[in-house]
């Protein structure tokens, strides 16, 4: 073992993804002393103020300034040290006029897109990633450029004949998807809500689920964050144009949450070390 800090990266498709998929995780271990890092693709140019109290004049001209303010107040919350933004522009959703702008990030280059996510694993030397599974079911082209491109980032970073001017080769020892939309997580937090007489939010969801084409993700980890079930939230609030704070998103109260699924979920894709599953610790084996 060196004196080298643990480091978690995790990559994420736009401002406010860090804070609804793997939160309560980033929060957990930068607290327990590990280095956690994030990698934004694109400023989030293409939001559409989703809360009506920041309908105001004024914001939607400022959005990407305004979404990375809310990207670092999140972050604080959270524990993150550095935030690394990749500088591409959002894509908007399938098939909309933005996925052709130039500097979308669906229209990057991907030997330079790869090679930036490189470069900054090589920098940081994370021994775990976390990115995205094949977005089945949402789709969004960014997200899709997320799972893409983080996976080869994850496999190339460690060869020393691909971007050699990128910095010394540093292989991670393990990649996880986000396996955060699953049936079983909604099904459980569905039925916890009505035996208290809370109105679920995803009834609808999940009446419809199996003709919405969303595949459950294998879950092989499973990190206990009831500790930082509060924070997730707070950090989801700092999102105040994108996070409507009387939307499904808070619908469950954190207590119920807690109580029912203290967990976030994930599928290890790749590891280079030996590891037994299920695991509940990212770092297992390393
Ligand atoms: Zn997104």
Redesign the pocket.
């Known amino acids: 073992m060196s004196d080298k800090r643990r480091t978690l990266l995790a990559f994420?498709?736009?401002p406010?993804?860090e804070s609804s998929k793997g939160s309560g995780t980033m929060a957990r271990y930068a607290d327990e002393g590990v280095r956690v890092v994030l990698v934004c693709a694109t400023g989030?140019e293409e939001g559409e103020i989703l809360n009506p109290r920041m309908d105001r004049p004024g914001i939607k001209d400022r959005m990407p300034e305004i979404r990375a303010a809310e990207l670092e107040t999140a972050c604080d919350l959270l524990g993150v040290e550095r935030i690394y933004h990749l500088g591409y522009r959002d894509s908007g959703m399938p098939k909309t006029p933005s996925n052709d702008h130039p500097n979308s990030f669906w229209n990057a280059d991907p030997e330079e897109a790869v090679g930036k996510i490189v470069e900054i694993i090589r920098a940081e030397r994370p021994e775990v990633i976390l990115s995205y599974d094949e977005s089945k079911g949402y789709e969004?082209p960014?997200?899709i450029r997320v799972h893409e491109w983080g996976a080869r980032a994850f496999r190339e970073a460690g060869d020393g004949e691909r971007f050699p001017d990128a910095g010394a080769p540093w292989q991670p020892s393990k990649l996880y998807y986000f396996a955060t939309f699953t049936k079983a997580r909604f099904t459980m937090l569905h039925e916890a809500a009505a035996a208290e007489g809370i109105e679920s939010p995803f009834a609808g969801w999940l009446d419809q689920w199996d003709q919405m084409g969303f595949e459950d993700p294998k879950v092989t980890a499973q990190i206990d964050v009831a500790d930082y079930v509060e924070l997730r939230s707070k950090a989801l609030l700092a999102h105040a144009t994108q996070i409507d704070p009387d939307s499904f998103w808070f619908a469950i109260p954190d207590d119920i949450q807690k109580k029912v699924y203290p967990w976030e979920d994930y599928t290890l894709i790749e590891s280079t070390v030996p590891t037994e599953e299920p695991e509940d610790d990212l770092f297992a084996g390393i």
Request: glycine share 12%; charged share 35%; hydrophobic share 10%.
């Open positions: 994420h498709a736009h406010d993804d989030g969004h960014d997200h």
